[in-house]
């Protein structure tokens, strides 16, 4: 049924078409501001009181711009801000809010609110309008000469299609393939190796077992570090990022695999957690707990970094270490498994998981 | 001398000589002993004495008669008077009811009951001692140490104490408190002693002049006046998020209510 041949239905009964009675409009009560003079003035002052107090508004905005100076203050209980930004901000605010409410003012009092009904035109043109535009398209189809020279036609489609070869090929091309090759030297390694000396991270001083308390957390990175620079560095210190711990021996649990990865209750872990890669150093010194603060996944330091909570699927890589001659902490091997974010990819066999020993 | 060698035999002559000489005795030890020594034992047995007294009706239903620890609270043997004179130097303890977290409330006790039973504590075990206001002052630092200051503060606290030292959550109902309004001292120890979950950080890995630096960071950033209008505590985007939800979306959702009103009608 086309909105043509709409009609009223008020107060027709039901049919099976239309189950639903129209309740038709609502009964118009008229505002105060239509029935009562004075209040309609009212609503007339207050409109234009809004609007008028605007320039006002305005030139103080440009003499508080000029006037107040820029190392001015407002102390004001907890509000302390520059006097300027304050003013500028409420006249300028205040000005634009008032132009907003004296509109919603004038259509809500002043305007005429008398609801009524449009109905809806239908959508589909007349059929002598559809057959004459669709006769003027076949002609400029015939005018075209891509009815009977088609071969143009073929081939611009195949020129368009060609073209965006180049552009795939150089949009394909901005990064690093990810190949299986690429991510074993980039992403899943880092630049721990045998014997680099754990330094602290800031200062690069390297760390003594002996120096290590029970409770003690230090960041830290490897020495080698600095034999690159610049972005490289920056790349290398994301992904060696560490943190060194110790703990009770007495109170811990560690698997027979990894007797030898510590030495006597120090233990290291990748600072980067393995959901999305945020650094953890939240350690909890008594229950052993390290917190990602992103997500809220908790490691067990003392249980060979297994998650006891929260989002990460994988344990902290750990990293096995020793000490030097000299009795400072080195790497005894690189980390075991690619530490970071999860990815498609990333092969978790190796992963330590709960009751793995 | 002949006067002397006269009366030599005389009856009083032996009890006199033992006089003169136990008085020369004593006159001699008087002179060389170390009597200021004496006087300092007596005091430092005496405040031992006091703190063990206080440490008896105050600490040891948690702690112990004798410090050993039980299920309500840790052995204190070995913790030092560092320990105590944080805990109770920032009202942590005597702790007011078990609990997720030691809160830092007002102190009641005066700083020489503390001292008291810092030295009794300090007597059961060698421990962290009570730092020297020299290493804790954050004073006479150049720019470039209290950036470093930052860079540390940054590198080893913020994660659990915020970027601006104002705190943050913790598992289980802990929290890990604001630095604001904290003590160097109480700074300090915190680092070296590592209360509750704190991690400890050792002269190993934070010399005496990284803490100091960090100490003169906190110390010029809490003073640097906050001109950017309502700080919301400082705690990041969870306040800030939280207020442009309330306040923000919460006027809109106001006006909106009141475009879409009828308004009030003459009958």
């Given at each position: 049924?086309s909105?043509?041949?709409q009609v009223e239905r008020?107060?027709?009964?039901?049919t099976?078409?239309?189950?639903?009675?129209d309740?038709g409009?609502?009964?118009?009560?008229?505002?105060?501001?239509d029935?009562?003079?004075?209040a309609g003035r009212r609503?007339?002052a207050q409109?234009?009181?809004?609007?008028?107090?605007?320039?006002?508004l305005?030139?103080?905005?440009?003499?508080?711009?000029?006037?107040?100076?820029?190392?001015?203050?407002?102390?004001l209980?907890?509000?302390?801000?520059?006097?300027?930004?304050?003013g500028?901000?409420?006249?300028?605010g205040?000005g634009?809010l008032?132009?907003?409410?004296?509109c919603?003012?004038?259509a809500?009092?002043?305007?005429?609110?008398?609801?009524?009904?449009d109905?809806r035109?239908?959508?589909?043109s007349?059929?002598?309008?559809?057959?004459?535009?669709?006769?003027?398209?076949r002609?400029?189809?015939?005018?075209?000469?891509?009815?009977?020279r088609?071969?143009?036609g073929?081939?611009l489609?195949?020129?368009?299609g060609?073209?965006?070869?180049?552009a795939?090929?150089?949009?394909?091309d901005?990064g690093?393939?990810?190949?299986?090759?690429?991510?074993?030297?980039?992403?899943?390694?880092?630049?721990?190796?045998?014997g680099?000396?754990?330094?602290n991270?800031?200062?690069?001083k390297?760390?003594?077992?002996?120096d290590?308390?029970?409770?003690q957390?230090?960041?830290?990175?490897?020495?080698?570090?600095k034999e690159?620079?610049?972005s490289l560095?920056?790349?290398?210190r994301?992904?060696?990022?560490?943190?060194?711990?110790r703990?009770d021996?007495q109170s811990?649990?560690?698997p027979?695999?990894r007797?030898?990865?510590?030495v006597?209750?120090i233990?290291?872990?990748?600072?980067?957690?393995?959901?999305?890669?945020?650094?953890?150093?939240l350690?909890?010194?008594?229950?052993?707990?390290l917190l990602?603060?992103?997500h809220?996944s908790?490691?067990?330091?003392?249980?060979?970094g297994?998650?006891?909570?929260?989002?990460?699927a994988?344990?902290?890589p750990?990293?096995?270490?020793?000490?030097?001659?000299d009795g400072?902490?080195v790497?005894?091997?690189?980390f075991?498994?690619?530490?970071?974010?999860s990815y498609?990819?990333?092969?978790?066999?190796?992963?330590?998981?709960?009751?793995?020993? | 001398m002949?006067?002397l060698?006269?009366?030599r035999?005389?009856?009083?002559?032996?009890?006199?000589?033992l006089?003169?000489?136990?008085?020369?005795m004593?006159a001699i030890?008087s002179?060389?002993?170390?009597?200021?020594?004496?006087a300092?034992?007596?005091t430092?047995d005496?405040q031992?004495?006091?703190g063990?007294?206080?440490?008896?009706?105050?600490?040891s239903?948690?702690?112990?008669?004798?410090a050993?620890g039980g299920?309500?609270?840790p052995s204190l043997?070995g913790?030092?008077?560092?320990?105590?004179?944080?805990?109770m130097?920032?009202?942590?303890?005597?702790?007011?009811?078990p609990?997720a977290?030691a809160?830092?409330?007002?102190?009641t006790?005066?700083?020489?009951e503390?001292?008291?039973?810092?030295?009794?504590?300090?007597?059961?075990?060698?421990?962290p001692?009570?730092?020297d206001p020299?290493?804790?002052?954050?004073?006479?630092?150049t720019?470039?140490e209290?950036?470093r200051?930052?860079?540390?503060f940054?590198?080893?606290c913020?994660?659990c104490?915020n970027?601006?030292?104002?705190g943050?959550?913790?598992?289980g109902?802990?929290y890990?408190?604001?630095?604001k309004g904290v003590?160097?001292r109480?700074?300090y120890?915190?680092?070296r002693i590592?209360?509750q979950?704190?991690?400890?950080?050792?002269?190993?890995?934070?010399t005496?002049a990284?803490?100091?630096?960090?100490?003169?960071?906190?110390?010029?950033?809490?003073a640097?006046?906050?001109?950017?209008g309502?700080?919301?505590?400082?705690?990041g985007?969870?306040?800030?998020?939280f207020?442009?939800?309330?306040?923000?979306?919460g006027?809109l959702?106001?006006?909106?209510?009141w475009?879409?009103?009828?308004?009030?009608r003459?009958?």
């Amino acid at each position: 049924m086309s909105g043509h041949d709409q009609v009223e239905r008020v107060g027709v009964a039901p049919t099976p078409e239309f189950p639903i009675p129209d309740p038709g409009l609502e009964e118009h009560n008229p505002r105060w501001s239509d029935v009562d003079p004075a209040a309609g003035r009212r609503a007339y002052a207050q409109v234009v009181g809004m609007l008028a107090a605007v320039p006002i508004l305005a030139i103080t905005f440009v003499v508080i711009y000029f006037a107040v100076p820029r190392d001015m203050y407002v102390k004001l209980g907890p509000l302390h801000a520059n006097a300027q930004h304050v003013g500028l901000g409420l006249t300028g605010g205040l000005g634009v809010l008032l132009i907003g409410l004296a509109c919603i003012h004038w259509a809500k009092q002043i305007m005429g609110d008398e609801e009524s009904i449009d109905y809806r035109h239908p959508a589909r043109s007349s059929d002598a309008d559809r057959a004459a535009v669709a006769a003027e398209f076949r002609k400029g189809v015939e005018q075209s000469g891509l009815s009977r020279r088609g071969l143009i036609g073929a081939s611009l489609a195949g020129a368009l299609g060609i073209v965006a070869v180049p552009a795939v090929v150089l949009l394909a091309d901005m990064g690093v393939w990810p190949t299986k090759g690429k991510r074993a030297v980039t992403i899943e390694t880092t630049i721990w190796a045998e014997g680099v000396r754990i330094v602290n991270d800031v200062d690069f001083k390297p760390i003594k077992a002996a120096d290590m308390e029970i409770g003690q957390l230090v960041n830290g990175e490897p020495k080698s570090l600095k034999e690159f620079e610049g972005s490289l560095q920056a790349t290398e210190r994301a992904k060696a990022a560490i943190i060194v711990v110790r703990m009770d021996p007495q109170s811990i649990k560690i698997p027979d695999s990894r007797k030898d990865w510590q030495v006597s209750g120090i233990l290291c872990y990748s600072k980067i957690c393995t959901h999305v890669g945020c650094p953890i150093s939240l350690w909890e010194q008594q229950t052993h707990h390290l917190l990602c603060p992103c997500h809220q996944s908790t490691f067990d330091l003392g249980e060979s970094g297994i998650v006891v909570f929260g989002p990460a699927a994988r344990s902290l890589p750990q990293l096995p270490i020793t000490v030097d001659k000299d009795g400072y902490l080195v790497a005894r091997q690189g980390f075991t498994v690619p530490v970071g974010p999860s990815y498609f990819e990333r092969d978790s066999r190796h992963d330590f998981q709960k009751g793995d020993n | 001398m002949r006067f002397l060698s006269r009366r030599r035999r005389s009856p009083g002559a032996k009890p006199l000589t033992l006089l003169f000489a136990l008085f020369l005795m004593g006159a001699i030890y008087s002179v060389v002993s170390p009597a200021q020594q004496v006087a300092a034992d007596t005091t430092k047995d005496a405040q031992i004495a006091q703190g063990k007294a206080l440490f008896d009706v105050t600490c040891s239903s948690c702690h112990g008669l004798n410090a050993e620890g039980g299920s309500q609270g840790p052995s204190l043997i070995g913790v030092g008077a560092a320990s105590v004179d944080f805990q109770m130097g920032t009202g942590r303890m005597p702790l007011a009811h078990p609990g997720a977290q030691a809160v830092r409330k007002p102190v009641t006790y005066t700083a020489d009951e503390i001292a008291a039973i810092a030295a009794y504590v300090a007597d059961l075990a060698p421990g962290p001692a009570i730092p020297d206001p020299e290493v804790y002052s954050g004073e006479g630092l150049t720019e470039e140490e209290i950036a470093r200051g930052g860079e540390l503060f940054r590198t080893n606290c913020s994660a659990c104490h915020n970027f601006e030292g104002s705190g943050g959550a913790l598992p289980g109902g802990k929290y890990a408190p604001t630095l604001k309004g904290v003590a160097n001292r109480h700074i300090y120890s915190a680092i070296r002693i590592g209360p509750q979950q704190m991690p400890v950080f050792s002269k190993g890995a934070l010399t005496d002049a990284d803490v100091n630096e960090i100490i003169g960071y906190l110390n010029q950033l809490h003073a640097q006046p906050s001109q950017g209008g309502f700080d919301l505590g400082g705690i990041g985007p969870v306040s800030e998020g939280f207020w442009g939800w309330l306040v923000g979306m919460g006027s809109l959702v106001g006006v909106a209510i009141w475009l879409a009103k009828k308004g009030a009608r003459a009958k």
